[in-house]
């Protein structure tokens, strides 16, 4: 009888890791939670008028962290066509990171001597941000962008775009053309890839035997340091540590022979790839010390994972604690910007109109339309002149300076910003 039980506990077992999702990269059973979020729309899903009334879908942001790699991932519910056919994110609209993106310009122009003989790719183009600061250097560029509506303002820019996901297939296809790369950029796009083996191998494919890979990818050690919860989102199916990209490269043929650390979406890493073979670019001290780092702050080690989700819990608490004062206290607050991360944080946190008038957007594409979630209206950034709130809750706070600077009229009534994260903090 009891090795009948044991019998049957085995199979229970079996068809539970059966049931388990599989890590993208190593296919191994996901069994641990880094954080549950509940369930959340599709953050860059706006809300037309015509939809209010309408059924919207919810899926879970449910994060797990794989026990054999440690890559920290979230299943894809929803395909990336059904993500990023049209898409709502437009780069260009954040005058900090266009600063950014022409000072990358000019580090690899000068560093890698690319001239007009170069050619550059990018991977996940958006609008045309960053590969115009290379046109403008007289260096050819293509632009691999998955997103019509986005893919098509770039075009009518005059930058060369191809309208395709990319991965081995389409990599093949412009090395066909001709269109073999001496630098490739990747800039916050890795997270975005449900498939990571297929998007590096057609890395691999694309780059040129001396070539060299750059990718700009939020890093998982601070976001977890700074209580980045809300920049987990659909959109996003992997979070990444320097260790954690080395494994997915190497497994590739492609060795990261330098990293830097960078402040951008509050805490990144720009990394340099080139082939395994390529002898003429040494590991640097930076990409060493970095992964050693990693491991002594316990990022190689499952229970470095495990005390997260309490952590959100406490921000949560914090922020719902500080809204309900200020509303019994008759203030009025609004919001500032429409992101990815703020529609997390507003439906992880259940924060609606009761709470959130509106908030203000400068892109037109999302103007006049709603929150998805939270159905909370999203104006022009002038409304805020016309009404005159007690606070203006920033949500893409990695770009707060920029913000405070462009909105700092609010001052003239004694208006206040709040930043949610980390933890909520008021600046005067």
Not at 8 to 31: E, G, T
Not at 156 to 178: D, M, Y
Not at 339 to 350: E, F, I, M
């Amino acid at each position: 009888m009891v090795a009948i039980q044991k019998t049957d506990a085995v199979k229970l077992s079996d068809q539970f890791s059966a049931k388990l999702p599989r890590c993208q990269f190593c296919k191994n059973p996901l069994q641990h939670t880094l954080v549950d979020l509940g369930m959340s729309p599709l953050c860059e899903s706006y809300v037309s008028v015509e939809q209010l009334n309408q059924m919207e879908a919810f899926y879970p942001l449910h994060v797990r962290v794989c026990d054999r790699c440690f890559l920290v991932q979230l299943e894809a519910y929803v395909s990336p066509e059904h993500i990023f056919t049209e898409y709502a994110y437009f780069s260009s609209y954040a005058d900090t990171w266009l600063q950014h993106c022409k000072a990358y310009t000019d580090l690899v122009v000068e560093r890698f001597q690319l001239n007009s003989q170069s050619q550059v790719v990018e991977l996940a183009s958006n609008d045309g941000y960053l590969l115009q600061y290379f046109v403008e250097k007289g260096i050819p560029v293509l632009g691999v962008e998955p997103a019509t509506n986005i893919a098509k303002v770039a075009i009518e820019k005059g930058i060369p775009t191809v309208n395709e996901f990319f991965g081995q297939e389409c990599a093949r296809k412009l090395v066909q053309q001709g269109k073999q790369a001496d630098l490739i950029a990747a800039n916050n796009v890795l997270a975005h890839v449900p498939d990571l083996n297929d998007f590096v191998a057609g890395i691999k494919i694309l780059l040129k035997p001396q070539g060299i890979a750059t990718g700009e990818i939020q890093h998982l050690v601070r976001l977890m340091e700074s209580n980045q919860f809300d920049t987990i989102y659909h959109e996003h199916f992997c979070y990444h540590t320097f260790t954690t990209l080395e494994k997915i490269f190497a497994a590739h043929g492609l060795t990261l022979f330098d990293v830097e650390e960078l402040p951008t979406h509050g805490g990144s890493l720009r990394i340099y790839a080139r082939h395994q073979d390529d002898a003429t670019k040494p590991i640097s001290d930076r990409a060493i010390d970095l992964k050693k780092r990693e491991a002594a702050e316990g990022f190689t080690k499952l229970e470095r994972y495990t005390n997260f989700e309490n952590q959100v819990r406490e921000t949560k608490r914090k922020l719902l604690d500080f809204l309900i004062r200020k509303k019994q206290e008759g203030k009025t607050i609004v919001g500032y910007g429409a992101p990815g991360k703020g529609n997390t944080l507003l439906n992880y946190c259940g924060i609606r109109t009761d709470f959130l008038d509106y908030t203000v957007d400068r892109n037109p594409y999302k103007q006049g339309k709603f929150l998805p979630g939270t159905h909370i209206p999203i104006y022009h950034p002038d409304k805020i002149q016309e009404t005159k709130p007690d606070y203006v809750l920033i949500l893409p706070w990695n770009f707060k300076e920029e913000i405070m600077k462009q909105m700092s009229f609010i001052r003239e009534w004694n208006g206040q910003f709040v930043v949610p994260i980390p933890e909520v903090t008021v600046y005067s």
